[in-house]
């Protein structure tokens, strides 16, 4: 005992995030305006405060697309939010999406060394605030080659398109994007609700896009007015970027599911989002809800899809999810949203049969009730059903949000073009090459669904390439 | 209506079909290709004014733009020749048929046509139809013109005959190739269908347009619109055409009060 008894240290007690305000969720669960509101100049500051501006941070090896995390932030500090947007914008032309749609809780924020012992810092909304301060103050655009003369044409304009399009005219080519729908955007306008993602913001960064000199053609069906290779050989494009997405809908191999008021998450959310069904009849494209919504699915696309039939005005709206809480691949705070809106979970519960009536309209769901067994090639604990446990769910409208495979039209037209068996492209994981020269690949028509930070980290590595293909070729 | 579309006349082929926005604020809606002029660049839908989409693009006058017009989409008609052919076309189905029928005949086909309608008035495309026939019947509901029945009346008759048919081809209203379909079935007669599914994108993105054939889902857009007739399911299909009826009869009651009564 000869140790003398020092004071115990006093430690803080752990920080958390600077709340960032929200719509009540009763008020919210009837209209479609954006559920988070954003941070004051004064929150964001707080909160970049407490950044520990590391020497070797971490945060950045959790980006996608390496931000300067540590930079911007410190920009925040001192109140240049002008200049912090642009030191994103150095590694990511769309950062008031980032901002919004990123599982930062997987990706940076679970990098954060400050987040060891607190919540770490708030990196996606500090991002968000700074990407729509600059928005509304006018930011200016970057500094853009002088034109080299060569053309490179981008195929789909979702996250991985716009990315490797904006990369590109500032490296000075001519791009055209060509998109199939009559609206630039992809799963950013026709998938993500407009309450998670305003559809003014991703117009805006198309907006911007044009400024940097990009062309845009809609309504282009890439695969069946024109092909690839004619792209290439008739069209003087001198390399081509695919960035179609995973666009086809997955439905389930049960009874009923092509009954009236059976939807895909897409066909939905489309109606919903892109055509404006939930302004209908002032605009002309319907969509039905009824009283209660089943969505199967525990992803993104599904909270999406159960939120917006919240929204729609259906009273009782359920997610059926076969595993559990701890397997869905939903980001917590969508999660959260969800229930915070009155969004009811049955999980480890698979449906095994859509019930109609004589009109082959929904009236219920049979269901069973499953258990987890051991974990299967996912990494997640397989879901087995339990013997006799049957039991219906009264239900008037069922969606299905079970994910969505590679979209095969251009793949198909494109000969030549190596694919993995799940009809997904095969390329150079740092370059996006393809089997076939000149043709770049990324986001989701490579990976099969994903976020829409790794599909701009794809088309940001695949412009990069692209770029010391072309330079080479000289 | 000709549309001025040189990219999609270029390529397009009969059976594909083009998705249409007539407006901003306007559903996508598909109407199959009825005819097209690569060398001026037209493209030819017709179309019946029957719901407000319809009866918007029927405002428009010659000059005017149409705010959204993609294709060719689709897989276009397996044309070759089976020996005799049978291509039947239903009120505006007709000029969809049409086209198809021509390239029939022009593969050496032996070509009777049936061309049905609910009325007179509504048979379309006579002369075209009976100038490239071989044979030329049509039917109406009422008998204001032709065969007092319908266009399976014609069918049954040929079929009772014992006429040698190789292949028909059938398009129009889904209740009429439901019933085509089931009057070739006991022959055994392969029988080709061009379904209207309801669609979105019309690129294999929504799945409401996905319908079963043979036991097996497949999407009109994409797999289609064409199909075996014999393995469709009609009866599926034909509710999901029905999904949005007081939806579509609102949107038009409203759009005709604004344009002062029946436009």
């Keep these: 005992m000869s140790e003398e008894k020092k004071p115990k240290r006093q430690r803080k007690p752990p920080t958390k995030k600077v709340p960032m305000p929200e719509q009540d969720p009763m008020v919210r669960i009837k209209n479609f305006d954006e559920v988070a509101l954003g941070y004051t100049p004064e929150q964001a500051i707080e909160e970049a405060k407490k950044c520990l501006q590391c020497r070797n941070p971490r945060c950045i090896t959790g980006c996608p697309v390496e931000v300067p995390i540590k930079d911007f932030i410190h920009l925040i500090v001192e109140g240049d939010f002008m200049a912090a947007a642009a030191k994103i914008k150095e590694t990511n032309s769309l950062p008031a999406i980032c901002g919004r749609v990123c599982p930062q809780e997987t990706q940076c924020e679970a990098k954060c060394v400050y987040g060891i012992r607190n919540e770490p810092i708030a990196i996606g909304r500090l991002e968000r605030f700074v990407a729509d301060y600059a928005r509304e103050h006018g930011e200016e655009l970057p500094e853009i080659l002088p034109k080299n003369g060569k053309r490179v044409a981008v195929v789909g304009s979702g996250p991985a398109g716009l990315t490797c399009a904006g990369d590109l005219a500032k490296l000075g080519y001519e791009v055209t994007i060509f998109e199939a729908f009559h609206k630039p955007g992809g799963v950013l306008v026709y998938g993500i609700p407009e309450f998670r993602l305003p559809k003014e913001i991703v117009a805006k960064e198309v907006e911007y896009l044009k400024k940097l000199g990009v062309e845009i053609k809609c309504n282009y069906v890439i695969g069946k007015i024109r092909t690839v290779d004619q792209l290439l050989d008739e069209d003087g494009y001198d390399a081509v970027f695919l960035g179609t997405g995973a666009g086809a809908p997955n439905f389930m191999r049960i009874p009923g599911m092509n009954l009236v008021n059976v939807y895909s998450a897409n066909e939905f959310l489309t109606r919903v989002n892109l055509m404006k069904a939930y302004k209908f009849p002032e605009y002309d494209t319907p969509v039905r809800v009824g009283n209660r919504v089943v969505v199967i699915g525990g992803g993104n696309v599904a909270m999406d899809a159960a939120r917006t039939a919240k929204r729609l005005g259906a009273e009782e709206v359920y997610i059926v999810y076969r595993r559990s809480r701890k397997e869905m691949p939903a980001r917590l705070e969508e999660v959260h949203h969800a229930e915070e809106e009155g969004i009811k979970f049955q999980l480890l519960t698979n449906p095994v049969e859509i019930l109609g009536n004589d009109k082959g309209a929904v009236v219920g769901m049979t269901c069973v009730r499953m258990e987890l067994g051991e974990p299967d090639e996912s990494g997640r604990r397989r879901p087995i059903p339990i013997p006799n446990s049957e039991f219906v769910i009264d239900a008037d409208t069922v969606i299905v949000a079970i994910g969505n495979s590679p979209n095969p039209i251009v793949t198909q037209t494109t000969p030549g073009l190596e694919l993995t068996k799940w009809g997904t492209i095969v390329v150079d994981e740092e370059t996006g090459r393809t089997s076939r020269p000149r043709i770049f690949a990324g986001g989701d028509i490579v990976t099969g669904a994903a976020t829409v930070i790794s599909a701009m980290g794809a088309g940001k590595r695949a412009a990069r390439s692209i770029h010391e293909f072309l330079s080479k070729k000289e | ?263």
């Design chain 2, 1 to 263: 209506m000709e549309v001025s579309a040189p990219d999609i006349a270029r390529v397009c082929k009969p059976g594909q079909f083009v998705i249409i926005r007539v407006n901003e604020t306007g559903e996508r809606f598909p109407l199959t290709i009825a005819d097209f002029d690569r060398e001026k660049g037209t493209v030819t839908i017709v179309f019946q004014e029957v719901g407000k989409s319809t009866k918007l693009l029927g405002t428009l006058n010659e000059g005017d733009y149409i705010l959204d017009f993609v294709g060719p989409l689709g897989r276009p008609t397996h044309i070759e020749k089976y020996g005799t052919v049978c291509v039947i076309g239903g009120g505006c189905g007709t000029a969809i048929a049409y086209p198809v029928a021509r390239a029939f005949k022009e593969a050496g086909n032996y070509l009777i046509t049936i061309n049905g309608a609910r009325t007179m008035d509504l048979l379309i495309y006579r002369r075209e139809m009976q100038e490239i026939s071989d044979e030329f019947y049509e039917t109406t509901d009422d008998g204001s013109c032709g065969v007092h029945g319908f266009v399976t009346t014609v069918l049954g008759d040929l079929i009772q005959q014992g006429r040698k048919i190789d292949l028909v081809f059938a398009v129009g209203p889904a209740i009429m190739m439901k019933f085509v379909a089931k009057t070739t079935e006991p022959t055994g007669i392969k029988t080709i269908v061009s379904l209207n599914s309801i669609m979105v994108d019309g690129t294999g993105m929504c799945g409401a347009c996905r319908v079963t054939v043979g036991g097996q889902m497949k999407f009109a857009c994409v797999d289609g619109p064409e199909f075996d007739g014999h393995q469709v399911d009609f009866n599926e299909l034909l509710g999901r055409l029905n999904a949005y009826k007081e939806q579509e009869q609102l949107a038009l009651e409203l759009w005709e009060k604004e344009h002062g009564g029946s436009a």
